[in-house]
């Protein structure tokens, strides 16, 4: 049954048997079996190279307010490469699993946000006379008689708005699989996967859209703190991550991929695009670790490190939600000033 209680809409059923993917690609080893070991090695790696910069981080904790945002950056990786393994391991547990990647996309993306902004004004009660400050371009680039506080908050708002829907995709997806109700194998409208992933991909672009549009229009300002390895090594994940998913969709809608002797439909459905980010999971990690530099929070001024032993307070304030939650609070109230403001009731 569809989600719109449609009861001649049943989700394709896909070929399953002894048949597929049986086929021994190396040895006595299947592809499952083969993708699992392939899938443990790049992403024990990816989390050796992206645990290294971490602790790197963690033992130099000298800046918390922008090491914080640093470390949850670099935690991308291993978030994305565990879940994808264990998606490669156990595909009957993959669709319950994956929209979680996209939840700790949306924390990182927004940890980058906030950084930029700390670069920008470090003194967060500053950030408004800051961007009122900053003077506001037209289309045309020419300078207007205004600031540019409302564009921030703009951007503030389409940054954080991400998170809030990544969650509620991602319980959503759990919900209506657990119903019958997901379909992972059908882009029709009666199920909920093709709405889920419309939902996810138009609120990832707006939010990625909005952080670039921020770098892209200070960059001068930001150029002294080189951000541009860091937003290349989140930029990469999420392209990467939605250009696969979307041609993984389009290649199983057309049936261009279909299970054989070699490949189950579990192999091709999960355990193949899943292998993929583990291996890109390695690369990216490389990108972090020369992005994530401590170098400029050794030997402080600011009074020594408060990592606290073998940097165990920087990693309890990195696992802290209580920022992400306030800058979703923050952009709720930004939200409530601009209805107000269109009202007129407000501003």
């Given amino acids: 049954m569809g989600i719109f209680g449609s009861s001649n809409q049943t989700c394709p059923s896909h070929p399953t048997g002894p048949q597929y993917g049986a086929d021994h690609l190396a040895g006595s080893l299947t592809f499952h079996k083969l993708s699992v ?6 992403t024990i790696a990816a989390c050796l190279i992206s645990g290294f910069a971490h602790v790197r981080q963690a033992l130099h904790f000298s800046n918390p307010h922008e090491q914080t945002k640093i470390l949850r950056i670099i935690a991308l990786v291993p978030v994305f490469a565990i879940i994808s393994f264990l998606s490669v391991a156990f595909p009957e547990a993959a ?29 967060s009660e500053k950030q408004d006379t800051f961007f009122d400050r900053l003077p506001l371009k037209d289309r045309r680039g020419k300078e207007t008689a205004n600031g540019s506080l409302k564009w921030f908050r703009k951007t503030w708002i389409s ?4 998170p809030i829907v990544a969650f509620l995709v991602a319980l959503a997806t759990d919900i209506t699989q657990s119903a019958g109700l ?4 059908s882009s029709k409208p009666h199920f909920a996967h093709i709405w889920l992933q419309a939902i996810r991909s138009i609120s990832v672009a707006i939010a990625f859209l909005a952080i670039v549009g921020l770098y892209t229009r200070l960059r001068p300002d930001l150029a002294a703190h080189q951000p541009f390895a860091k937003l ?5 994940i999420v392209f990467l ?21 070699s490949l189950s439909y579990d192999d091709i459905t999960f355990g193949l695009p899943n292998l993929l980010l583990c291996v890109e999971m390695l690369i990216f990690s490389l990108l972090h670790l020369y992005a994530s530099n401590s170098t400029p929070y050794h030997n402080s001024i600011r009074g020594g490190y408060v990592g606290g032993r073998c940097g165990i307070k920087a990693i309890a304030a990195t696992c802290n939600p209580l920022e992400i939650i306030q800058g979703i609070g923050q952009g709720a109230g930004y939200q409530g000033r601009t209805e107000c403001a269109l009202s007129g009731s407000w501003y």
């Avoid at 990647?101 to 980058?112: H, K, M, N, P, R």
């Avoid at 940054?159 to 991400?162: E, I, W």
């Fill in 232 to 236: 290349l090594g989140i930029k990469g």
């Fill in 37 to 42: 070991i392939l899938a443990a090695a790049f």
């Fill in 182 to 185: 997901f379909c992972v194998a």
């Fill in 241 to 261: 991550s939605f250009v696969q998913n979307i041609v993984f969709t389009i290649l199983h809608s057309t049936n261009a991929l279909k299970p054989t002797s």
């Fill in 159 to 162: 940054v954080f708005q991400y």
């Fill in 95 to 123: 669709t319950y699993l994956e929209p979680w990647t996209d939840v700790y996309e949306s924390v990182a993306l927004a940890s980058f946000f906030l950084l930029l902004v700390v670069y920008l004004v470090p003194v």
